[in-house]
């Protein structure tokens, strides 16, 4: 990055145009949120009300500076407030910012000195208040688990060793929907579980939806948000894996109640009980096989309960052996009856099949330019230098890097894409424009009624292109039909997307709190960040 104009740069010393203060101050303001802004300039007005001055002079981006008359408006004043501060105002205001709560007291200090707003009585003992509403459902427990031992170099793997680890549980996962039911005031609540690794930490995280959205209009989150979202499980520096998740959930006074889980993939066959994608029999939702070209029995429950006894029984828990148990090597850790077909209760994660189908895509013209280099010692597209210029990548493209944002971009121009691909690679371009019609055709909401026919456009497309199908390319191309078809709309209502953005929200609030593990103050720190979360996401 250039230290004058704050450029990212590629390398060190990299020569770039437009170094000039404008452009700083253009980046920064960029970097920093209107909350931000509006604190910055009310601190650089207040500095000059300190000194007495009556009027100030503030730089402008174009022409003359403005000249700000500090009077009866701008101070201080007998005036009427024009606003009121309550504190489920200030809860929002804090989430939306991202402030800690001193900062969040800073801010109703500030507006209410200069007669902004009126603010609720005691209302910073009510934010306080408000933090600890839910502190009878959480309780901090030190479990078992498997935790990555130091670089120890040892046929190429990270060691795992057991450590005992402190973790914030909910105590009453029961009581807390029937809390939230009446707080939202939402009579028959949908329940979606999520289980990741994130930003350090191991999470299963639970949202209390509103089938009907009738919320939707007076809330200023819907219930489908990260913001609404609860943590009911969080570990620091534990990695996902099946022992790992059976001790976390052993924690949980799990009951029968109708809910689903929506993951990613990897996390999916954790929770199953079944072996990686690389297995013999590696779809979470079929006993399908690579190259999946015959239609596959649907697990449920029971099946995967059926094939583990046989893997102890007959397989003699030995994994290599798995393949000749549908890949099932431990008992699932979702309950459910062993009639539940897992299409219904384990959602298919359309973000990570959405990312993991175009990065697939990507890699494969990536690998087609480069075999024509090979064989021609020509450059045949620019690939690397079509994506930075259409702001869809900064870096080099590395295989399978693409994320939600990127992807969103590339769907969306994939007919630009498409016109600028040599004709040698124009079939990758028609595959990205079907994947965008798919994405616009039931990856949202709502459900096009046509969806069925554009994924069958994309997998023909795909087969013609000579892509090897993934288990990610096989759930869009055979189990999304299957789910929307029964359910009548899109994947979105149960996408795993605000539990991925769930770890940004977790992570910019824990630096509130932070303590290094070990520290005195760790376990107390940790429960405290942990309640005040899920207290404000309410």
Known sequence: M???????????????TNCTRVARNERLAKKISPISQAILATTYIKGHLEDGASSLKMACKHGPKLNVSIGAGAGPSNSEPTGFLGVDVMKIIKMQSKMSMNKVKDVVQVLTKFNIV???????????????????????????????APE???????????????GIFCTNIQGLIEHVKQHRKVLQPQIKF??????????????????????????????????????VAIMEGVPENYPNMEAIMKQFKFEKWPCFWSSDLKMTNILLGLQSHSAKYPCSWCHGTS???????LRTIGSIMENYDDYCRVGKKNPRNAKNHKSV??????????????????????????????????????????????????QLFDLFGWLKSHNILEKKYQGGGLNGPMTRRLLHKSAEFYEALPDQLKIFGKIFMALNEVAKACFGEDLSEDFA????????????????????????????????????HGLGRYSEQALETSHQEWDSHWANYKRPEGHPDYEEQFLRAVVSFNSFHQ
């Open 291 to 297: 190259p999946w070209e015959e239609e596959a029995e």
């Open 453 to 488: 026919d554009k994924i069958k456009i994309l997998e023909a497309l795909w087969k013609e292109a000579g892509i090897s199908i993934t288990p990610k390319a096989h759930a869009l191309f055979t189990h999304v039909p299957q789910f929307c078809l029964k359910y009548g």
């Open 118 to 148: 009126k603010a609720e009585s005691y209302l910073k003992a009510g934010l306080s208040r408000a933090a600890h509403e839910l502190d009878q459902f959480f309780e901090k427990k030190k479990v078992a688990v498997d935790v990555r």
């Open 2 to 16: 250039c230290g004058n104009c704050f450029k990212p740069l590629d390398y060190l010393g990299q020569e770039h």
């Open 152 to 166: 120890i170099e040892e046929q190429g793997k990270r060691t795992l060793v057991p450590e005992t680890k402190e």
């Open 329 to 378: 090597i431990h008992l699932p850790l979702i309950d459910g009856e062993p009639s539940d077909v897992i299409l219904d209760i384990v959602m298919i994660g359309e973000l990570h099949v959405y990312i993991g189908t175009a990065s697939k895509v990507l890699d494969c013209t990536e690998s087609a330019i480069k075999a024509y280099h090979e064989q021609h010692q020509v």
């Open 194 to 231: 999520g289980a990741d690794d994130g930003k350090k930490f191991l999470k299963i995280v639970m949202s209390v939806q509103d089938p009907e959205r009738s919320n939707a209009k007076k809330d200023f989150f819907k219930d489908t948000s990260a913001r609404k979202n609860f943590i």
